[in-house]
Structures are given as C-alpha cells and as structure tokens.
C-alpha cells in the first residue's frame, strides 16, 4: 500500500528553527507538496519539490531525497503565528496526491 | 482568502435529511476536488471533476453525490447520512490535472450528522 509517514505533534520555542520530516512509499513518484493548516481553516500551498535538493522560500525551506523517500520542511525564526498542522502530500504514479494525516506544531514563547 | 469559497461554513443534519454543499472557484481553473478531513486522519480523496467530467470516484458511498454544473462551481448532495460522515469537507481547485499543479482550498463545511 501506499503511505506518509509525519510526527503527529511537535512543540517549538518562538525565534528557534524546526525541521518537520516525511517519509513515503509510493508506486511511482511525481513531487511533493507541503501544505500549512492554521486550525478552522484551508490548508495553503507552502512548497513543491519534484527534483532532489532543497527549496528556500524566505523563512521556509524544503528538502527532498526521492532515493531515500524523503522530505523535510524546516521552519526558521518562528513566530507565534506558524502554530499550525504541516501537511506532507506526495504525487504518485498515477498522479494521485497521497496525503500524510499532517503535523501539529506548536510554538512556545 | 485562496479564491476558493465554500457554502455552508457548518451544517447539522439528521440522518433522513438531504443538504447540498456548494463550492465556486473564482480562479479560472479546469479541476476541481472533494476532500473529506477527520481528526488526525489524512485528507480522503472523494471525487475528481476535470473540465465538468467526473475523472475519479475513490469508493465513495452512494448517499454523496457530486454535481459540477460548470468549470467553476462543484456541489455535494447529502442524503442518508450517518454519524461518521461527521468531518470537514473541503473543496479544491487546480489549473489542471497533474504534475505540478497546486492545489486552491476552500475554508471548509463543518458537517456534524445527528
């Protein structure tokens, strides 16, 4: 079968630096999406990888090792704000997004 | 605000009614998505709409029936519920189908099934 894998809960001190690892195993392999949910509301686009390496994107990067199945989303100089679930999707073969049940983070000032 | 709005925000329902949720996309795209989310469970794949054609039916009990009139505008009939259909369902849209294509959600209908 097909999965992702994602801690279900992670706790952070505001201003520190977080990394929110996902792991997958899926039958094939067309990119993968990290998404931000803020609770009540609609997830929202963060990142897309498709090739390996990392993606930075002001505060937040992501990396990938499709040899490993592998994605972090690393989170820096958090804020109170960033308190919310990080969802891991992963585009199969099939193009089919295969979601991760998501991490909640929270952020301690 | 994602360009996506979704109609009700929450509705409570018995077991012998029938409701309908509504989403419209204001965005120009050619999918649109059903998902249903519960507590600490991934996102489920309901239904797939491609350019008004319905392209993926992932096992979906028959008591949800989808409707996408246009590109723009995708319903969910509810009929015979049960309480485990209680969730969060949430509507998305993308420019197309495949690689690449981010997905666009709506905030949510809150459905609580009595």
């Known amino acids: 079968g097909q999965n992702i894998d994602q801690p279900t809960e992670m706790t952070a001190t505001e201003g520190a630096i977080v990394q929110i690892n996902c792991t997958y195993q899926t039958s094939g392999f067309n990119g993968l999406f990290w998404y931000q949910q803020h609770a009540g509301e609609a997830p929202t686009f963060l990142s897309y990888?498709?090739l390996d390496g990392l993606e930075e994107k002001g505060r937040f990067s992501s990396f990938l090792s499709r040899s490993k199945g592998y994605s972090y989303l690393l989170l820096k100089e958090l804020q109170m704000k960033d308190s919310a679930s990080y969802l891991c999707a992963v585009r199969d073969g099939n193009y089919q997004l295969i979601w991760g049940a998501g991490t909640k983070l929270i952020i301690k000032p | 605000e994602t360009g996506v709005t979704q109609t009700p925000r929450h509705l409570v329902m018995g077991m012998t009614n029938k409701k309908s949720l509504k989403c419209e996309q204001h965005l120009g795209h050619n999918a649109m998505y059903w998902y249903k989310q519960s507590a600490k469970k991934p996102l489920e794949l309901m239904f797939v709409y491609n350019f008004k054609e319905q392209t993926e039916n992932n096992s979906v009990p028959s008591r949800f029936s989808p409707e996408c009139p246009n590109s723009s505008h995708l319903f969910l009939h509810l009929h015979t519920l049960q309480p485990e259909d209680s969730a969060l369902y949430l509507c998305a849209s993308s420019q197309e189908l495949g690689e690449g294509n981010e997905q666009f959600f709506g905030p949510g209908t809150r459905l609580t099934v009595l």
């Open positions: 990888n498709v």
